[in-house]
Structure formats: C-alpha cells, structure tokens
C-alpha cells in the first residue's frame, strides 16, 4: 500500500538554527499538507499546499515557516530561526484530490526537538 | 469556525470489553467528513474510521463503529471485543466537504486493561 514518508524521523537542533523536514507525498496525491503536535497537546493545522502554492495557514504559521516542492516529488517544511517552542511532531499529510477522496494520508511523523 | 470536542482525556476497558468514546463538534456546514484516528505510542497517525455527514448510516470497519447524531454533532466512536493493541491516544477529526482544512480534537488516552 503506498505511503507518506518523512525524514528524519527526529532532528535536534540548537535554538535559532534553520531545519527542514522532508515529506514524500503519495505519487498522485495533489494535496500536501503540514500539522504540529506538541507532546501531549492535540494536533494543528500549519499549513496547506496545493498547485505549488499555499493554500491556506494557519496563525502558527508565521514568517519563521515555509513551504515548499522544490523537486517534484519532496515536499519541505522550512523553519528559519527555531524557537524552544517549535519542539513537536511535525505530521505530513497529503489527498490525492478534493471531494469524495476524503481522507489525508498521514505520514510518521519527525520529531523535531530544539535544544 | 469549525471545532471538535473531546471530553473524556482518559479512559479505560477491559480487554474483550466495549468502550465507547465521545465526540462532538460544531460547524455551520451540511456536508462534511468526520474521521476517528489512533495514535499509538510510536506517534504515528492512523486512520480507524471516516464517516460522511450525507451519509445517514453509521461506518463500520471491523470491531470499531460509530454512532453518527447530526442533529446533535455527535459522532462516537465503539470499540468492540477491545485488544491490548487498542491501547492509543483517539482523535476525533473533521474535514470540510473537500476532506481537507481539518480540525481535530484535544484526544483521548484509551487504556485496555489485560
């Protein structure tokens, strides 16, 4: 069955350095999302891309995230300047199309811990 | 804008057992999805069951079914015959009526006791 993959499955870095997380999406999956939880709270929308564009974010999305499909194929979350409090899971999701498809594949997740 | 409520952050069941978990939600909308996902101790999100609001009958997969009241955005989740494996964090989840912008709730800690 295909699936959504994320690297790395967990990265630590240093407060106000840049870190990107990786998404493979499913090959003919069209929309790309991002989403945080961090440990213990419930899980957030960031952000939606859809047509090599944002389709719509959320308030945590600030200017310290981007996203981007630089190749195609991987689908990045950029973090600019980490802060202690951007220590979660980070969860790619992505849906082949709108409509009745209905639901988000989710990937495993990358546990990002800022230090 | 659209929110899900979880009010149970923990609960408990035998194993073999039934336990249902409670979900509710609101939204102006008329059609839109519901879905339940387990989250495990290894984080991952996976998805147990989805539910269509123009859709009357409750979706069942296997020992897990719900209880879909839209009058009441209700939307509970019955776990059957409960296993050790069970054992997760559930969210209750909505999706617009393209399955995306979703909203999920705050989660609840399902314990299966041997």
């Known amino acids: 069955e295909p699936e959504v993959t994320q690297t790395p499955s967990h990265q630590v870095t240093q407060m106000g350095q840049e870190v990107i997380l990786r998404c493979v999406p499913i090959?003919?999956?069209?929309?790309f999302y991002w989403y945080r939880q961090i440990l213990g709270q419930k899980v957030e929308f960031l952000v939606s891309f859809y047509n090599n564009e944002i389709s719509e974010k959320s308030e945590i999305f600030d200017d310290q995230f981007s996203v981007e499909r630089p190749d195609g194929s991987n689908f990045t979350l950029k973090i600019r300047s980490t802060k202690l409090e951007d220590s979660a899971m980070y969860f790619c999701?992505?849906?082949?199309?709108?409509?009745?498809?209905?639901?988000?594949?989710f990937g495993p997740g990358t546990r990002l811990t800022v230090t | 804008a659209q929110t899900v409520t979880q009010s149970q952050p923990e609960m408990s069941v035998q194993e073999a057992e039934t336990v249902t978990l409670s979900c509710t939600y609101d939204?102006?909308?008329?059609?839109?999805?519901l879905f339940w996902y387990k989250q495990p101790p290894s984080r991952q999100m996976i998805l147990v069951i989805r539910?269509?609001?123009?859709?009357?009958q409750n979706a069942t997969e296997n020992r897990f079914s719900v209880n879909f009241q839209k009058a009441a955005k209700s939307f509970s989740l019955k776990i059957s015959d409960s296993q050790l494996g069970d054992a997760a964090m559930y969210f209750c989840a909505y999706g617009d009526n393209y399955g995306q912008n979703f909203v999920f709730g705050p989660g609840t800690r399902l314990s299966v006791l041997p």
């Open positions: 999701a992505t849906i082949r199309t709108s409509g009745i498809a209905g639901e988000q594949y």
């Open positions: 539910q269509e609001a123009y859709k009357q």
């Open positions: 939204t102006s909308e008329s059609d839109y999805y």
């Open positions: 090959s003919n999956h069209l929309y």
